[in-house]
């Protein structure tokens, strides 16, 4: 019980984090490999407003969320929009799109090491022990995970209810489509990415209260989000949750039972797995 509850509170972070490049590469069709730095600056925020002003990293997210929202804003309508405008199919959209996010993490990186330096960084807040079904854990864990929750909530009610998320779903499903019906297919796939930016930004806040970060640890989450989108499925939220919690409970399972050096080995065998056997996704149909 006491592993799959940590793996849970892993998995709901892992949740928030692979949100955004769900709603990046679901809707705008760009897998952004700069999604870990994004994450990574986020937590840097955090630590730097809660060390120089001890401003708590709970409310930190509500001046993380709007500058990422705005920096990815930026991104996309400067660096991947002509990308998009020239792009003749999908499949040289998403090349084109690799490579330019592939270099805009090495930016990124090089950004906060020229800034912050190489070192780790860490902080303590609420890093007190509470009980849940007999066992302790740390607040800060608990927190993150129930904020988690509250966010991942509030995107799959806006994205199943409102008209602006119906309409990003559409684009998902089907951009030609959706552009017959009068659907704004450019504005709503750079509300998506800034949307997902954002989404990822907070997961690194969330995450650096009880996570040592460092300026090149951000590979490492792109890759556990990548993992996660294919796992669960290319614009499929619902997935997403779902096989975060998965990744979460196998990484805490190898760790406690194994050795926690295995731990991102055995998240790829899993990816392996379900490129191999369910490559459409836990909740995807065939296709006929």
Same mark, same amino acid.
């Given at each position: 019980?006491?592993?799959?509850?940590?793996?849970?509170?892993?998995?709901?972070?892992?949740?928030l984090i692979a949100m955004g490049l769900n709603l990046q590469y679901g809707v705008a069709r760009i897998m952004n490999l700069a999604n870990g730095e994004i994450?990574?600056?986020?937590?840097?925020?955090?630590?730097?407003?809660?060390?120089?002003?001890?401003?708590?990293?709970? *409310?930190?997210?509500?001046?993380?969320?709007?500058?990422?929202?705005?920096?990815?804003?930026?991104?996309y309508r400067v660096m991947l929009q002509p990308l998009v405008n020239r792009a003749k199919n999908r499949g040289q959209l998403e090349t084109d799109s690799i490579?330019?996010?592939?270099?805009?993490?090495?930016?990124?990186?090089?950004?906060?090491?020229?800034?912050?330096?190489?070192?780790?960084?860490?902080?303590?807040?609420?890093?007190?022990?509470?009980?849940?079904?007999?066992?302790?854990?740390?607040?800060?864990?608990?927190?993150?995970?129930?904020?988690?929750?509250?966010?991942?909530?509030? *995107?799959?009610?806006?994205?199943?209810?409102?008209?602006?998320?119906?309409?990003?779903?559409?684009?998902?499903?089907?951009?030609?489509?959706?552009?017959?019906?009068?659907?704004?297919?450019?504005?709503?796939?750079?509300?998506?990415?800034?949307?997902?930016?954002?989404?990822?930004?907070?997961?690194?806040?969330?995450?650096?209260?009880? *996570?040592?970060?460092?300026?090149?640890?951000?590979?490492?989450?792109?890759?556990?989000?990548?993992?996660?989108?294919?796992?669960?499925?290319?614009?499929?939220?619902?997935?997403?949750?779902?096989?975060?919690?998965?990744?979460?409970?196998?990484?805490?399972?190898?760790?406690?039972?194994?050795?926690?050096?295995?731990?991102?080995?055995?998240?790829?065998?899993?990816?392996?797995?379900?490129?191999?056997?369910?490559?459409?996704?836990?909740?995807?149909?065939?296709?006929?």
């Open positions: 019980m006491d592993i799959l509850i940590t793996g849970i509170l892993l998995g709901g972070t892992y949740a994450l990574v600056a986020g937590g840097y925020f955090a630590f730097i407003a809660y060390t120089a002003t001890q401003l708590s990293p709970i *409310l930190t997210i509500f001046l993380v969320a709007p500058l990422a929202f705005a920096l990815n804003w930026l991104i490579l330019a996010t592939f270099g805009l993490s090495f930016i990124g990186v090089g950004l906060m090491l020229s800034f912050f330096g190489g070192d780790y960084f860490s902080y303590s807040f609420m890093a007190v022990p509470v009980e849940l079904l007999g066992s302790t854990y740390g607040a800060n864990r608990v927190l993150s995970f129930v904020m988690a929750v509250l966010i991942c909530g509030a *995107l799959y009610v806006w994205l199943n209810w409102s008209r602006a998320g119906l309409s990003i779903r559409a684009i998902a499903t089907a951009p030609a489509s959706a552009r017959l019906v009068g659907i704004d297919v450019k504005h709503l796939s750079a509300l998506a990415f800034a949307l997902g930016g954002a989404v990822t930004a907070v997961g690194g806040a969330l995450i650096s209260t009880y *996570l040592t970060l460092d300026a090149s640890t951000g590979v490492v989450f792109t890759l556990k989000a990548l993992i996660i989108v294919i796992m669960g499925g290319v614009g499929d939220v619902r997935g997403t949750i779902v096989a975060a919690l998965l990744l979460g409970i196998l990484e805490t399972v190898v760790a406690s039972l194994l050795d926690p050096g295995l731990t991102l080995a055995a998240a790829y065998v899993m990816f392996l797995g379900i490129l191999l056997f369910r490559p459409q996704g836990l909740f995807g149909k065939k296709p006929t």
